[in-house]
């Protein structure tokens, strides 16, 4: 991964080779919140870029909220 600082702008080619890495790990199986761990970016920003590299996200996992009758 390349050497990015906390907060700083991504753009060109450093953005499109982080989108690249990031896609090929999500769909290996990584989480978005392992990625943006991984990265030092925030959750918000790994969805943005997966989502603009044309991912298909998974549905979330755990437990699913249900009616109380």
């Known amino acids: 991964m390349a050497d990015l ?3 700083a702008r991504i753009t060109g080619p450093t953005r499109d080779k982080l ?3 990031l896609k090929k790990k999500y769909e290996k199986g990584a989480s978005i919140r392992a990625l943006a ?29 249900t009616k109380k009758k």
Do not use: I, P
Request: proline share 0%.
């Open 5 to 7: 600082k906390k907060g």
């Open 37 to 65: 761990e991984s990265t030092g970016r925030s959750y918000g920003f790994v969805h943005r870029v997966l989502s603009e590299s044309g991912v298909q996200l998974r549905g979330r996992g755990g437990a699913t909220r």
């Open 19 to 21: 989108a690249a890495d």
